[in-house]
């Protein structure tokens, strides 16, 4: 029987650098629709689950799903990886796609080969992107990392740094020999190149984007790239920008 694959996007109104990015507009659609409806067109995909949390302030994510039709769980503020279990038990996932929120641009052949690959190489854990020093060769906006149940749960019920618990999947490629990992890698290198929504800056990034393409959404990566190549003052929008690293935290995640 073919393992029941699951899109989980992780979503909240509280994000510290752009408070309520998720349900901004890009191009006339919440920024949570854009980047639900492009996974929803991986084919690879039995289901995209939106997890937002039991904080109050995320009602209207909660709201915004039940209006849409998507599917989605409520889990804990800041133990992501918890948030992240729960909504794997709830819609009985056999292998967990993770996909965040701020990532409008997601494209729905990379969700496709990334997660090909996890079963092609038959591993635990697979992504396109991971930290130093593995590196990533794919440009940030594109982050799909792909997991069995059993790693997702093994992870549950050990990991116990802060850092574990915010960003999910760090437990799975870590430790070498922990797990069996497997990086998607890109030639040429384009890690880079950054397409995702965090500051004010990369949402007009994006909100350009959009409108170069008229407001469309099946666009692809590869026509973003070339998009940027014609017009390099795009990238300029939000070359300043420094990208959070795992040790980056909200630091309220506690242990004890």
Request: proline share 6%; net charge negative.
């Amino acid at each position: 029987m073919k393992p029941r694959t699951v899109a989980i996007i992780q979503a909240r109104m509280g994000a510290s650098r752009l408070p309520g990015k998720v349900l901004l507009y890009i191009a006339g659609q919440p920024m949570l629709a854009r980047v639900v409806e492009r996974t929803r067109r991986a084919r690879t995909i039995d289901l995209v689950v939106v997890a937002t949390t039991i904080d109050p302030a995320d009602d209207v994510v909660v709201e915004f799903c039940q209006a849409r039709g998507f599917a989605y769980s409520r889990g804990s503020l800041h133990d992501v990886l918890d948030r992240y279990y729960q909504a794997a038990r709830q819609y009985e996932a056999d292998v967990i796609v993770r996909i965040t929120a701020d990532c409008p641009v997601i494209d729905p052949d990379v969700i496709d080969h990334t997660v090909n690959e996890f079963f092609r190489n038959g591993v635990d854990f697979a992504a396109n992107r991971l930290p130093p020093p593995y590196g990533r060769t794919y440009p940030i906006g594109l982050d799909t990392e792909v997991c069995t149940f059993t790693a997702l749960e093994t992870a549950w019920r050990n990991a116990s740094e802060p850092h574990q618990r915010e960003h999910v999947m760090p437990y799975l490629y870590e430790k070498k020999g922990r797990f069996k990992v497997f990086l998607v890698d890109h030639e040429p290198d384009y890690g880079a190149m950054r397409w995702t929504v965090d500051t004010p800056e990369d949402l007009e990034f994006i909100r350009q984007v959009y409108a170069r393409f008229e407001g469309r959404d099946d666009f692809t990566w590869l026509e973003i790239l070339a998009l940027v190549e014609r017009e390099p003052g795009l990238a300029a929008i939000n070359a300043g920008v420094k990208h959070k690293s795992l040790q980056d935290i909200d630091g309220l995640w506690d242990n004890s």
